[in-house]
Nanobody, 117 residues
Framework: QVQLVESGGGLVQPGGSLTLSCAAS????????MFWYRQAPGQERERVGF????????TYLSSVEGRFTISRENRNNMLYLQMNNLRPNDTAVYYC??????????WGQGTQVAVSS
């Protein structure tokens, strides 16, 4: 059974940092590119970034480029999102996600990030 479990969210002041984690199980983690998405209240879900299966290439949403870093540890089936210099408009529920070539998609339950003074 495929499972994605995010953790690490919380309340942080503007300019602060958080690291989100996504624990993957039930599939061969190292075979898949992985995504981070977020959804702010009243907004559509948007893609924060993507990392290739072996971690050699990462792409980011332009508004987080230079502040966020996606990484992965394939030996531990873990995906990470390091977030620095957080802004109030980074407030959202953050999800890890991957998709299979046959069209199936998998999402975690999400972890809430709130950026406020």
């Amino acid at each position: 059974q495929v499972q994605l479990v995010e953790s690490g969210g919380g309340l942080v002041q503007p300019g602060g940092s958080l690291t989100l984690s996504c624990a993957a199980s039930g599939f061969t983690f190292g075979d898949y590119g992985m995504f981070w998405y977020r959804q702010a209240p009243g907004q559509e879900r948007e893609r924060v970034g993507f990392i290739t299966p072996d971690g050699d290439r990462v792409t980011y949403l332009s508004s987080v480029e230079g502040r966020f870093t996606i990484s992965r540890e394939n030996r531990n089936n873990m995906l990470y999102l390091q977030m620095n210099n957080l802004r109030p408009n980074d407030t959202a529920v953050y999800y890890c996600h991957f998709r299979v070539s046959d069209g199936r998609t998998y999402w975690g339950q999400g972890t809430q990030v709130a950026v406020s003074s």
